[in-house]
């Protein structure tokens, strides 16, 4: 599909169950994801019957629309007052350069979600100056949907082989897993070259520790998970 000279934008409605199994590494890697804003929702009431809006109040709203809009096409360039220009700077520099993990990638466009927020809400009053409201609204919104993003994915990191050695070292205590014994639960699909790679992604994230053990034969190789000792 192609569309050109246009501005398009998506509502989408996704359980997290479904996002977590149809996430792919493509989707992720390329920034397609992190393009959209990921809220969670759950449904405030039960409506056996359905629900249904007053006539007249969907009139006026669309007409308050249809104004905002009207305004906003006769707008050039939209400038920021002095406290929003302060307020602006110091979240520029608390977004930082991202965090590690799935939902870190996922969460990768924090001045350019934000920025088109208070924007958009500058708009809706009808003005070109984004002022400390309209920012301080578009970061609340920002917030949750990271906050949304971490709740799902947790500390995923988005190799797929990774993620799930991850779950069976955590499921292995302090015993661990040697070699053979992480190939068979990954279901033997897991070719050694692509296990040594997650393990050197999840040993360089200081997550997990392969040390030698002696044993009759050869050295045996056991990875376990790095737990924080209690203060």
Same mark, same amino acid.
């Given at each position: 599909? $192609?569309?050109?000279?246009?501005?398009?934008?998506?509502?989408?409605?996704?359980?997290?169950?479904?996002?977590?199994?149809?996430?792919?590494?493509?989707?992720?890697?390329?920034? &397609? #994801?992190?393009? &959209?804003?990921?809220?969670?929702? $759950?449904?405030?009431?039960?409506?056996?019957?359905?629900?249904?809006?007053?006539?007249?109040?969907?009139?006026?709203?669309?007409?308050?629309?249809?104004?905002?809009?009207? !305004?906003?096409?006769? +707008?050039?360039? #939209? *400038?920021?007052?002095?406290?929003?220009?302060?307020?602006?700077? !110091?979240? /520029?520099?608390? &977004?930082?350069?991202?965090?590690?993990?799935?939902?870190?990638?996922?969460?990768?466009?924090?001045?350019?979600?934000?920025?088109?927020?208070?924007?958009? /809400?500058?708009?809706?009053?009808?003005?070109?100056?984004?002022?400390?409201?309209?920012?301080?609204?578009?970061?609340? #919104?920002?917030? /949750?949907?990271?906050?949304?993003? /971490?709740?799902?994915?947790?500390?995923?990191?988005?190799?797929?082989?990774?993620?799930?050695?991850?779950?069976?070292?955590?499921?292995?205590? !302090?015993?661990?897993?040697?070699?053979?014994?992480?190939?068979? +639960?990954?279901?033997?699909?897991?070719?050694?070259?692509?296990?040594?790679?997650?393990?050197?992604?999840?040993?360089? !994230?200081?997550?997990?520790?392969?040390?030698?053990?002696?044993?009759?034969?050869?050295?045996?190789? +056991? *990875?376990?998970?790095?737990?924080?000792?209690?203060?």
């Amino acid at each position: 599909m $192609r569309a050109s000279g246009a501005h398009i934008s998506i509502i989408g409605h996704i359980t997290a169950e479904e996002l977590l199994r149809r996430l792919g590494d493509t989707e992720i890697a390329n920034g &397609f #994801v992190n393009r &959209f804003l990921l809220a969670a929702v $759950r449904r405030s009431k039960r409506l056996p019957e359905g629900g249904s809006l007053d006539p007249a109040a969907l009139d006026e709203l669309a007409a308050d629309v249809a104004e905002a809009l009207g !305004k906003a096409r006769q +707008v050039g360039i #939209v *400038t920021r007052s002095p406290a929003a220009r302060e307020c602006w700077a !110091k979240a /520029y520099e608390d &977004f930082g350069d991202g965090a590690d993990g799935l939902a870190g990638a996922l969460t990768a466009r924090p001045e350019a979600q934000t920025l088109r927020l208070s924007v958009a /809400y500058a708009l809706l009053d009808g003005t070109a100056v984004v002022d400390l409201p309209h920012l301080e609204a578009a970061l609340a #919104v920002w917030r /949750y949907c990271e906050a949304s993003a /971490y709740a799902i994915f947790g500390d995923l990191l988005g190799d797929p082989v990774a993620d799930r050695l991850l779950d069976e070292l955590r499921q292995a205590g !302090k015993e661990g897993l040697d070699g053979a014994a992480q190939h068979a +639960v990954l279901a033997r699909k897991v070719s050694a070259t692509r296990l040594a790679q997650a393990r050197t992604l999840l040993e360089g !994230k200081g997550l997990i520790s392969t040390t030698s053990e002696k044993t009759r034969g050869r050295d045996r190789l +056991v *990875t376990r998970i790095n737990r924080k000792e209690p203060a």
